[in-house]
């Protein structure tokens, strides 16, 4: 059974930075690809990150350049590092695996970032 855990979420002032963990058992992250969505109150979730298999990443537009997608496969974890963070990155953030055309999700963690 695949299972999906996500911690580090919390309060943080603006420009402060936060980093989230997924880790993932009943599955190998380093055979998958891992991504990042969030979603905000009254918004759809948003795909914001993506590592693949290979080691590659993406980023969505409103995140590029602040947010860094990472894992550890001797953990079996995914990280989202978060740097410069706004207001507007005040969501719940999920960790999912997409295996052989099935979605795992994660129950998310919530950040929040105010003064």
């Known amino acids: 059974q695949v299972q999906l855990v996500e911690s580090g979420g919390g309060l943080v002032q603006p420009g402060g930075s936060l980093t989230l963990s997924c880790a993932a058992s009943?599955?190998?992250?380093?055979?998958?690809?891992m991504n990042w969505f969030r979603q905000a109150p009254g918004k759809q979730r948003e795909l914001i990150a993506t590592?693949?298999?290979?080691?590659?990443?993406n980023y969505a537009d409103p995140v590029k350049g602040r947010f860094t997608i990472s894992r550890d496969n001797a953990k079996n974890t995914v990280y989202l590092q978060m740097n410069s963070l706004k207001p507007e990155d005040t969501a719940v953030y999920y960790c999912?695996?997409?295996?052989?055309?099935?979605?795992?999700w994660g129950r998310g963690t919530q950040v929040t970032v105010s003064s």
């Open positions: 009943g599955t190998i992250i380093s055979r998958n690809v």
């Open positions: 999912r695996t997409l295996i052989i055309l099935t979605s795992y």
């Open positions: 590592i693949t298999s290979g080691g590659g990443t």
